[in-house]
C-alpha cells in the first residue's frame, strides 16, 4: 500500500488546496489576504496549484501600513508581475489621512492594530465576502481556537464562543449580506511545515528571511531593524549585525534574529533546535496574555 | 539532503482527538507529550509559569497551554476545541483537544470527525464510569479506527496490575455493544510520565508499547478506503486561455480509493462514462490519483460535469443514489430539531434542502439504550433520523466511507450547523 501513501507535506497541501477551491466555489468575491511573508507566500502557491493551468481565480489584497521593508514590497510585486496576479494594495496611511484611523504615539507606536480599520474598509470597498488568510493554529492561542471558514458578523468581529462546528471536510460559508467569512486555508501547517514544504517545493522567498548584513538596535530585548520608520531613543546605538527575520510583519513590531542562515536546509536546523517561538520577537503579540485574541475580535486578520 | 531533515519530509500525519474530564489527567497528558516532545517553547512555559503563578497553582498549570480565550482561563474551563500540534521524526500529530463538559458531544463529535486515533482517559481510582461509556460511544459513533484507553493515574493505585486488568475487562465488557475495530490500553501516569514516552520503570507486569510508541507506530495508512473510487467534483477549471484554449479539468479531493490514466470512469448523476484523460497537480504530471489527494482530473470526452456531481471508476461497485436517507444525527443546536422541519443539507460538494421524515428513536448515550418515547432531539443529542433530500445524493454508508457518508444539516434562518449526519 506504500504507493498509496503520502508524506504529511503533501497531505496538508492537498488540505489546503480542497479548503482554497471550496472558498472559489462557495463565495462570489474572495479577496486572498497577501502581506510578503513567508505563509502568505506559501497560501499564494498553493491557490495557483488549486486552479492550474487557469489563473487564480480571485485577486489578491495587501493591507500596507507603510512601514515595510522595501525587501517585502519589491518581492510583492515581482511575484506579481510573474504570475500575472492583481493584487489590490490598501494604504493605513489613507486611513490615518482621512480621520478614520489614529496613529498611535511614542516610541513603541505601531501600525499593527490600525491595520483592522483598513482591512475592514477594504473590504467593504470592494464588496469581499471572503477573505482568506495565512494564519496558523500553532501561531498563537487564540488562533488556535480558530476554524477553517470563521464567520464575522457586520461588523467583522469574530465571536470566538459561538463558532459553527467544523466536521469532517465539510465547510458551511452561509452568510447574511453584509457579513463575511475569514478563512485559514494553513491552518494545520506548523512553522516547520512551511519551511520544509518551502524546501520540498522550491518555493521563493524575500531575501529578508536569509542572513544579511544590517543596520539594527536593540530594544526590550529584541534586536530591531533601522528604518526611516523607527525613532531611536538616545540610549539607543546603532550596531551592524549578521541577522534574518523568522516572521516578517511591519518593521516597528518584527524582531530580527541574529543568524548565519543562508540557505533552506540552514534555516530548518535552526527552526528544528530553537527553544522560543516564532511569534517571540513579534512586539504586538506581547502587549497583553489575550493581545491577539483582542484584535482579532475586533477583526483583525 | 542529510539525515534528519529528509527523515521530516518522510513523515506521516496522525490526527488524534483526546475525551476526558478535566480531573482525568488530560491537559496534564497533552501538556507532557507536547513537553517531552520539545513543542514547548521556553517563551510559552515562561508565559505560563507567570500565569501559574498569578492564579495562585504551585506546579505549573500545564492546561493553561490549552485555554487559549480568555474567558476559558477566567473559568479554569475549555470551552472550545483547540487544535495542538507536536512531531517526532516519525510522524506530525494533530491534536484536537475536546472539552470535558460544556457542550461535550458537540465538541467531541467535531474533533472525532477527522481523527485516526482517539485518546480516552480513565482514571484509575474510579474505573469505567459513565463519562468513559459516553466517550467509547462516540468514538465508535464516528468510526475513530483506533481507540486507546489511558489508564491514567496508576500512581495512586500502587501501580496495581489488578486495578489495570479490571479496567480492561469493564471496557471490553462494552466494547462488544460498540464498533470500534483495534482498542488498546496502556497503563499510565501523566504527571510523573510513566509510560507516557519513556518505558515505566514501576509496572514491570506491563509488557506492552508506550503511548508514544503506540501514536508512533500505529498503522494509519489503511484507514483510508482504498477500495472504491469516490471523486465529488469541487470545481471545474477551465483557463480559455492561449496557452489552454481547450482544457477542462475537474478539481477536487479524492475521497476514497484511486483511480489511473486511461481507466473508464462513470460520471454521476448523468451516468455517463468516459476515460481518464490526465492527471495533474498543477505542473506535476501523475499516472494515478488516490485518497487524500486533490488532484485536477481531464477526461477523454466532453461531458457536461458540474460542482456537485461524482467521478467513480467504473470497475468499482458505485455508490447509493437516494433522496431518502437514513442517518445518525449529532444535534448541536440550542433550536431543537424540528419534526418535518426543513434544513439546507450539505454532503461532500453537493448542496441541497431537505426534510426531517422521521425521528426514530434518540440515543441514551449514557446507558446504550434507544428511547422511542421521550424524541424531542435538544443541543447534544444523538438520534435516528429519516431525511428526504430534494435531490439525490451520491453516497455510502460511514462505515465504509467516512467522506461520502457524511452530512451536515444548515439551518436556513441563521445559516448556522446545526447538525452532523453519519448515513446508515
Given amino acids: ?301 | 539532503m542529510s539525515g534528519k531533515e529528509s527523515g521530516y519530509l518522510d513523515m506521516e500525519l496522525l490526527r488524534f482527538t483526546t475525551a476526558g474530564s478535566v480531573d482525568d489527567g488530560k491537559s496534564t497528558l497533552i501538556g507532557r507529550l507536547l513537553y517531552d516532545s520539545k513543542a514547548i517553547f521556553e517563551d510559552q512555559m515562561e508565559a505560563i509559569e507567570r500565569a501559574s503563578e498569578r492564579s495562585g497553582h504551585e506546579e505549573v498549570n500545564l492546561a493553561l497551554l490549552t485555554d487559549g480565550l480568555r474567558s476559558e482561563r477566567e473559568q479554569g474551563i475549555t470551552i472550545d476545541v483547540a487544535y495542538r500540534y507536536f512531531a517526532t521524526p516519525k510522524r506530525k500529530f494533530i491534536i484536537a483537544d475536546t472539552p470535558g463538559h460544556i457542550q461535550y458531544t458537540r465538541n467531541m463529535v467535531t474533533g472525532a470527525s477527522t481523527a485516526n486515533v482517539a485518546l480516552i482517559l480513565v482514571d484509575a481510582r474510579h474505573g469505567v464510569i459513565e463519562q468513559t461509556l459516553r466517550h467509547a460511544y462516540i468514538a465508535s459513533l464516528l468510526q475513530i479506527p483506533h481507540v486507546l484507553f489511558c489508564i491514567n493515574k496508576m500512581d495512586l493505585v500502587d501501580f496495581s496490575q489488578d486495578v489495570f486488568e479490571k479496567i480492561k475487562n469493564d471496557v471490553d465488557a462494552i466494547s462488544s455493544k460498540l464498533s470500534v475495530k483495534d482498542i488498546r490500553f496502556v497503563p499510565i501516569s501523566a504527571l510523573k510520565g510513566d509510560n507516557v514516552v519513556d518505558r515505566s520503570t514501576k509496572m514491570p507486569w506491563y509488557e506492552g508499547p508506550t503511548l508514544m510508541y503506540l501514536l508512533e507506530n500505529i498503522h494509519i495508512s489503511s484507514d483510508i478506503n482504498h477500495d472504491v473510487f469516490r471523486f465529488p467534483v469541487q470545481t471545474v477549471i477551465r483557463p480559455q486561455s492561449k496557452d489552454w484554449p481547450d482544457y477542462r479539468g475537474y478539481g477536487g479531493r479524492v475521497a476514497s480509493g484511486s483511480v489511473k490514466v486511461g481507466e473508464e470512469v462513470t460520471v454521476l448523476p448523468s451516468g455517463f462514462t468516459s476515460k481518464v484523460k490526465s492527471i495533474n497537480i498543477m505542473d506535476e504530471e501523475l499516472e494515478f490519483a488516490f485518497a487524500p489527494q486533490s488532484v485536477a482530473i481531464t477526461l477523454e470526452d466532453d461531458i457536461d460535469i458540474s460542482r456537485g456531481d461524482m467521478i467513480v471508476r467504473s470497475g468499482d461497485g458505485g455508490p447509493q443514489v437516494s433522496q431518502d436517507i437514513e442517518v445518525m444525527l449529532c444535534w448541536f443546536n440550542e433550536r431543537k430539531l424540528q419534526p418535518k422541519g426543513k434544513y439546507m443539507v450539505r454532503h461532500t460538494s453537493a448542496e441541497g434542502r431537505c426534510m426531517v421524515k422521521d425521528v426514530h428513536y434518540r440515543m441514551n448515550i449514557n446507558t446504550l439504550e434507544k428511547d422511542t418515547e421521550n424524541i424531542e432531539i435538544c443541543m447534544n443529542d444523538i438520534a435516528r433520523v429519516s431525511l428526504r433530500v430534494t435531490k439525490p445524493l451520491f453516497f455510502d454508508s460511514y462505515c465504509n466511507n467516512r467522506i461520502t457518508g457524511s452530512l451536515i444539516l444548515v439551518d436556513e434562518g441563521t445559516n448556522e450547523t446545526v447538525a452532523a449526519g453519519m448515513i446508515i
Fill in chain 1, 1 to 301: 500500500m506504500d504507493k498509496y501513501r503520502i508524506n504529511h507535506l503533501k497531505e496538508l497541501e492537498a488540505e489546503s488546496i480542497f479548503v482554497i477551491r471550496e472558498v472559489a466555489a462557495q463565495f462570489e468575491n474572495p479577496v486572498m489576504l497577501f502581506s510578503g511573508g513567508k505563509d502568505s507566500i506559501v497560501m499564494f502557491h498553493l491557490a495557483r496549484k488549486a486552479f492550474w493551468p487557469a489563473k487564480v481565480p480571485f485577486v489578491l489584497m495587501h493591507v500596507d501600513t507603510g512601514h515595510n521593508f522595501p525587501e517585502t514590497i519589491d518581492f510583492r510585486d515581482k511575484l506579481m508581475a510573474e504570475t500575472g496576479t492583481k493584487c489590490i494594495v490598501e494604504l493605513v496611511q489613507d486611513s490615518i489621512d482621512s480621520g478614520r484611523a489614529v496613529e498611535e504615539k511614542g516610541f513603541n507606536a505601531s501600525r499593527n492594530k490600525l491595520q483592522t480599520i483598513t482591512l475592514l474598509d477594504g473590504l467593504e470597498k470592494h464588496k469581499f465576502d471572503a477573505a482568506m488568510g495565512g494564519g496558523r493554529r500553532d501561531e498563537e492561542k487564540a488562533r488556535a481556537k480558530e476554524r477553517f471558514f470563521s464567520h464575522r458578523d457586520e461588523f467583522g468581529q469574530w465571536d470566538p464562543k459561538n463558532q459553527r462546528p467544523e466536521l469532517w471536510n465539510i465547510f458551511n460559508g452561509k452568510k447574511n449580506i453584509g457579513e463575511h467569512f475569514r478563512v485559514f486555508p494553513i491552518s494545520n501547517w506548523t512553522e516547520m511545515d512551511v519551511w520544509q514544504y518551502i524546501f520540498m517545493d522550491g518555493i521563493e522567498l524575500p531575501n529578508l528571511y536569509f542572513t544579511h548584513q544590517r543596520e539594527v538596535f536593540m530594544r526590550d530585548g529584541q534586536w530591531m531593524a533601522v528604518e526611516p520608520c523607527m525613532t531611536l531613543k538616545p540610549t539607543e546605538k546603532i550596531e551592524v549585525k549578521h541577522v534574518r527575520c523568522r516572521t516578517i510583519g511591519d518593521v516597528t513590531c518584527t524582531g530580527l534574529t541574529l543568524s548565519e542562515a543562508n540557505s533552506l536546509e540552514d534555516i530548518i536546523q535552526e527552526v528544528a533546535s530553537t527553544r522560543t517561538t516564532e511569534r517571540g520577537g513579534r512586539s504586538d503579540d506581547k502587549r497583553s496574555e489575550s493581545a491577539m485574541e483582542d484584535r482579532k475580535r475586533e477583526g483583525y486578520f
